[in-house]
């Protein structure tokens, strides 16, 4: 069992910077493949970015390409996710997902256990 909790939403201006925590408990952190998925209001769960448990292996959505950055530190059982120049349509709750394989996937149901969320509003 994994549990995950995130933290560091905030309300943003356009152009700002957040950097987004998710703490894992459980021993075999380092083994799991993690995930930041996000959900805006009326929208579907959105794949954001993903880790391999090394972090040589990394993948983002288009969307958010060159402004996002994911990592993971293994001895902190923790993982990152780094937004520059945040938009409006970034406004969205955030969400951390861990997956007990370590291939990659984007998908939510690829996903095995999930943080509570984080709000994260960005106002033009």
């Known amino acids: 069992q994994v549990q995950l909790v995130e933290s560091g939403g905030g309300l943003v201006q356009a152009g700002d910077s957040l950097r987004l925590s998710c703490a894992a408990s459980g021993r075999s952190f380092s083994s799991y493949y993690m995930g930041w998925f996000r959900q805006a209001p009326g929208k579907e769960r959105e794949f954001v970015a993903a880790i391999s448990w090394s972090g040589g292996s990394i993948y983002y959505v288009d969307s958010v390409k060159g402004r996002f950055t994911i990592s993971r530190d293994n001895a902190k059982n923790t993982v990152y996710l780094q937004m520059n120049s945040l938009k409006p349509d970034d406004t969205a709750v955030y969400y951390c997902?861990?997956?007990?394989?370590?291939?990659?996937?984007?998908?939510?149901?690829?996903?095995?256990?999930w943080g509570q969320g984080t709000q994260v509003t960005v106002s033009s």
């Open positions: 997902a861990s997956r007990r394989s370590n291939w990659p996937a984007t998908g939510p149901d690829d996903y095995d256990y």
